[in-house]
């Protein structure tokens, strides 16, 4: 403790052993630089050593705290006589190199740096191998920043004193302030071999290895120091963080607890130890050592960073922004910091406020690639595409191998069209995804993203199968319900089936599934929903609220979200509940080996292409309600044909669109009619089209509007043109409802064959796919210019609205049940999930 140290510092210098008294001197002062008789110890083993200048700076320290302290005034003015002495000794004896030394020494404590290396230079004339001038004259150069002269120096003063413990010591810390790991290394070896029991050359030696990487080498240099001396508090704290380094975490936390126990108050052993107690997920214990090493230190960003993560994780926004506020206070110029802020702002939903986060850390760092990362990420939410591709590509730039945003570049100019050297960039990402898929690390391409990319279906089914794996977390399995059959004449053995979403708001998916949860049949079937995202005031979320029973243990639970923003799919990795469901929002597999079906339909995932799908399939369709408009409300033409996509453009690819042109030109009095979805889009198409051979007034882009006007507008136009990249979901639902005939093409995942499902699902579907491009195009042409076919289509797909599966939501809620018990019935008899269609009565 304090006080030993002070006694052996006491003792080393009654014994004449001024290092060793300065050693642990100097470790009471970084405990406590205001404990007056060790700054008059201090001031004592200066003088002993001729360093006068620390010896009046430290007895200057005790007078700032005690004025009324004689013994300082006098220690002061020993060290201030020997000026005079000095001049007496050199009036005697102008050859005395001892006495310019002891001047120069007097004159540099006064500041009087010029005057001091003049003496230090009349020294090495008289006698060139005075290593002591040589080694003021390197400090001096130091001080003043010439690192070339002071290294020179050092040099110069080892060459005559090779066992120069200080000269050694300083010129270590010369190199290793430049970053000369290796030379700084060789310096603190031969400072330890002049003075083979000085604790702080092994401390010093450790922290060079740690620098460098050598941790094995860097234990055994702090463990060298720790025997030294017992009480080096800052060697315990290193040598935790280098065993930390190592993975041997339990030794580093001995380490820890050693460093506090020698000093309860040391911010930076409370930080790692914190550290250590966050990687362990002992969340509440590392938060209780940061904020002890907040009550003993401001001078720290390190808690405040931490303490912010911590927040974050638990989804804490506000204290966490404090945090990070507080952590920039004391750093304002740390790019991570900023980056970090910005981030949990973003995830608050303050995205504005994260961008200026992420500018400013890219402007304080220009080459922090995660700073332009997160700002291209930050530009794509917020839809401003050109910036955020901008941002992308500065920072693949910065650096080129960085996976996630060359997947991410690669989606945003897909949502803007823009399709330069497109099959060689779809090329490159699929390679980085099975090379991430064969080291088994977390993919960089988002499953929603990868939806709607052409690549293999087999990596994508990997993507989210690597996703699953990464999401669990390591906590006790949950207690399940037992397995006992649904009495349908008994109200208290209902089925609980528990939907879980973060888009129980106005969203496609409540547009969809708005009706459904009131739908259930009350008798056998309890309801839930878990609302993952906060209240939107909507009437969507309203109606759902109000369909809603209570909270209790769940034997069915269905994941709405899939993939998409705002998923919780850790969540299912806890499994929480006997039976697990994706359906609606994400229409793909979720790859999840723990998500036990998937309901759709035969159309959209015919058991042919089963080995894609981790889940077992459950057949099942769609719904939703709407009103009429007129064409000169949108500045649409009244004479001619209009052909509608309003799918977002991510969804198009070069030979959809190529499609699409053949189309306009062999229909020349028509018209395509777009969405600005998103707007950066717009003129790319309009120049892609023209370079077709389209006439510039074909092509007419509109904005997106509300649900209801969405829907009613979409009656406006006369065929629909489906992409089948990735098809139109609640889009196809909108525009069939309004009794706009479509065309479609499905392929082979499930996300290309939606639209099929849907037009079937009307009764009157089959002119409607296709099974290739040439036939798509052939289609479009025919009805197009034959007006009294597809007048009959649009009649026919009008009039079967109100009666067909498509629209028929109670009897589809009544399929639905249906499948839920049979999923429970197979859980109840000990069968594992199976793939099986529900057979209406």
Request: proline residues 5%; aromatic residues 10%.
């Amino acid at each position: 403790n304090e006080g030993t140290r002070l006694e052996i510092a006491q003792q080393s210098y009654n014994s004449g052993d001024y290092r060793a008294a300065l050693e642990q001197s100097n470790a009471v002062y970084m405990e406590n630089p205001r404990r007056l008789e060790n700054l008059m110890l201090l001031g004592a083993v200066y003088y002993q050593l001729r360093e006068f200048d620390m010896c009046i700076v430290k007895n200057e320290e005790a007078v700032a705290i005690q004025p009324n302290f004689p013994e300082c005034f006098n220690n002061m003015a020993n060290a201030w006589r020997a000026t005079k002495c000095c001049h007496q000794a050199l009036a005697l004896n102008p050859l005395l190199v001892d006495a310019y030394c002891s001047l120069g020494d007097v004159l540099k404590a006064q500041g009087s740096y010029r005057d001091a290396y003049s003496c230090f230079r009349e020294a090495v004339s008289i006698s060139p191998s005075c290593a002591t001038a040589w080694y003021n004259i390197a400090g001096l150069f130091m001080k003043w920043g010439d690192f070339n002269k002071s290294v020179l120096y050092y040099k110069e003063a080892i060459k005559f004193k090779p066992a120069f413990y200080d000269a050694h010591m300083n010129l270590g810390n010369l190199y290793k302030a430049v970053g000369m790991c290796q030379d700084a290394i060789l310096c603190y070896q031969n400072a330890a071999q002049a003075c083979p029991q000085n604790a702080i050359a092994y401390g010093n030696l450790g922290d060079a290895y740690y620098e460098q990487g050598q941790l094995d080498l860097a234990i055994l240099s702090y463990r060298h120091a720790t025997t030294c001396n017992p009480s080096y508090v800052e060697a315990y704290n290193n040598l935790g963080n280098a065993l930390k380094g190592s993975g041997r975490c339990d030794e580093a936390i001995g380490c820890y607890q050693t460093c506090l126990a020698l000093q309860p108050n040391h911010p930076q052993a409370l930080t790692n130890l914190g550290n250590v107690y966050m990687e362990r997920s002992m969340l509440d214990i590392a938060a209780s050592h940061f904020m002890a090493a907040l009550t003993v230190t401001t001078g720290l960003s390190a808690p405040y960073n931490n303490l912010a993560a911590i927040y974050k994780q638990q989804g804490n926004y506000a204290n966490a922004i404090a945090c990070y506020n507080e952590a920039l206070c004391v750093d304002p110029l740390a790019a991570d910091g900023l980056v970090n802020r910005g981030n949990t702002l973003k995830e608050a939903g303050r995205v504005s406020e994260a961008i200026q986060d992420y500018l400013r850390a890219a402007a304080i760092r220009p080459t922090m690639a995660e700073a332009h990362a997160n700002l291209a990420f930050a530009y794509k939410e917020t839809g401003l595409m050109e910036l955020a591709i901008i941002s992308y590509k500065q920072a693949l730039q910065l650096r080129p191998d960085f996976p996630e945003v060359a997947c991410n570049l690669l989606h945003a100019l897909q949502c803007v069209c823009d399709w330069d050297d497109r099959e060689e960039k779809f090329i490159k990402v699929e390679g980085i995804i099975r090379q991430q898929i064969k080291m088994s690390l977390l993919p960089s391409v988002q499953p929603f993203h990868a939806m709607a990319f052409p690549i293999d279906p087999t990596p994508a089914l990997e993507i989210r199968s690597l996703l699953m794996v990464a999401s669990r977390f390591g906590l006790p399995a949950f207690s399940h319900s037992s397995r006992a059959p649904i009495k349908t004449d008994d109200i208290t053995s209902r089925l609980r089936i528990g939907y879980v979403s973060s888009n129980f708001g106005n969203h496609p998916l409540s547009h969809l599934m708005g009706s459904v949860f009131g739908m259930h049949n009350k008798d056998i079937v309890e309801v839930f929903c878990y609302a993952l995202s906060r209240d939107d005031g909507m009437e969507w979320r309203q109606r759902i609220k109000g369909e809603v029973e209570h909270f209790m243990d769940i034997q069915i639970l269905i994941n709405l979200n899939g993939y998409t923003k705002g998923a919780r799919n850790e969540i299912f990795a806890m499994q929480p509940a006997p039976i697990k469901v994706s359906y609606m929002e994400f229409p793909a597999t979720t790859g999840a080996s723990y998500i036990d079906y998937l309901i759709t339909d035969k159309f959209v995932s015919p058991l042919k292409y089963s080995h894609i799908y981790s889940e077992k399939l459950k057949n099942q369709d769609v719904l939703d309600p709407v009103c009429p408009h007129n064409r000169a409300d949108y500045g649409l033409p009244e004479d001619k044909f209009i052909f509608a996509c309003f799918n977002q453009l991510y969804k198009m690819d070069p030979d959809i669109f190529i499609t699409w042109c053949n189309i306009l030109k062999r229909v020349p009095n028509s018209v395509l009619w777009l969405l600005r979805f998103p707007a950066a889009g717009e003129m790319r198409l309009r120049a892609y089209a023209i370079s077709k051979g389209v006439r510039a007034d074909q092509i007419i882009f509109t904005d997106v509007a509300a649900k209801n006007e969405h829907i009613r507008r979409s009656s406006l136009a006369d065929l629909f043109l489906d992409t089948p990249l990735c098809n139109g979901h609640t889009t196809g639902t909108d525009v069939l409802w309004a009794g706009l005939p479509m065309i479609t093409l499905p392929l082979e995942k499930m996300a290309t064959r939606v639209a099929g499902s849907l037009c079937l699902a009307t009764g009157v579907g089959e002119e409607m796919i296709v099974y290739s491009l040439k036939e798509y195009e052939e289609r479009a042409v025919f009805l197009a210019t034959n007006p009294s076919k597809l007048q009959s289509l649009t009649n026919r797909l009008k009039a079967v609205r109100m009666t067909c599966p498509l629209f028929d939501t109670a009897r589809w809620v009544k399929n639905l049940d249906r499948a839920y018990l049979k999923m429970w019935d197979l859980y109840c008899s000990g069968r594992h999930p199976q793939h099986f269609k529900v057979v209406e009565e």
